[in-house]
């Protein structure tokens, strides 16, 4: 069941998918998934890729675990010592880590944005083994840190 939906969708349409969601085609019949799904099938990131072999999807998901994972680790850094350089130094690496985590935190939404189960579930993951092991008390050396006391060299991450 096709409809085209108006103007302002640039020649896309919608239509019921077999698994039950909504799908996008445009005038090339490449699909986009509207609602989650399930399967080794999809494209993630770039055209084409996985692709429909089931080891390159299981290597799509350890990168989306992997580029979580490091969103994790660079947000609990700890690169800059305090007094240990100079603060023009310090704000560039700050500012270099920045953009470097905002990136690698965009190209994880991306990859979320594919709707695909899997890549979901490893993206939470991915945050989830990062933040326990760089940014929970399990592996602090000093457990009785000041609260004010400077726990990384970014600010905390929030919308």
Same mark, same amino acid.
């Given at each position: 069941?096709?409809?085209?939906?108006?103007?302002?969708?640039?020649?896309?349409?919608?239509?019921?998918?077999?698994?039950?969601?909504?799908?996008?085609?445009?005038?090339?019949?490449?699909?986009?998934?509207?609602?989650?799904?399930?399967?080794?099938?999809?494209?993630?990131?770039?055209?084409?890729?996985? !692709?429909?072999?089931?080891?390159?999807?299981? %290597?799509?998901?350890?990168?989306?675990?992997?580029?979580?994972?490091?969103?994790?680790?660079?947000?609990?850094?700890? %690169?800059?010592?305090?007094?240990?350089?100079?603060?023009?130094?310090?704000?560039?690496?700050?500012?270099?880590?920045?953009?470097?985590?905002?990136?690698?935190?965009?190209?994880?939404?991306?990859?979320?944005?594919?709707?695909? !189960?899997?890549?979901?579930?490893?993206?939470?993951?991915?945050?989830?083994? !990062? #933040?326990?092991?760089? !940014?929970?008390?399990? #592996?602090?050396?000093?457990?009785?840190?000041?609260?004010?006391?400077?726990?990384?060299? %970014?600010?905390?991450?929030?919308?």
């Amino acid at each position: 069941m096709e409809k085209l939906i108006d103007d302002h969708t640039h020649g896309m349409m919608m239509h019921n998918s077999s698994d039950g969601g909504m799908t996008m085609m445009n005038h090339r019949k490449m699909m986009m998934h509207m609602t989650f799904f399930w399967g080794s099938n999809t494209q993630i990131l770039f055209s084409g890729w996985p !692709g429909t072999r089931t080891g390159m999807y299981v %290597l799509a998901l350890i990168a989306v675990f992997m580029l979580a994972f490091m969103v994790e680790g660079i947000s609990h850094s700890r %690169l800059t010592k305090s007094g240990s350089i100079h603060h023009v130094t310090a704000g560039l690496v700050q500012t270099l880590l920045h953009a470097l985590r905002v990136g690698l935190a965009y190209l994880v939404m991306l990859a979320i944005m594919s709707f695909n !189960g899997g890549v979901f579930l490893a993206a939470v993951a991915g945050h989830s083994l !990062g #933040f326990f092991l760089f !940014g929970s008390r399990v #592996f602090n050396k000093n457990p009785t840190t000041v609260p004010a006391a400077k726990t990384s060299d %970014l600010t905390p991450m929030s919308c």
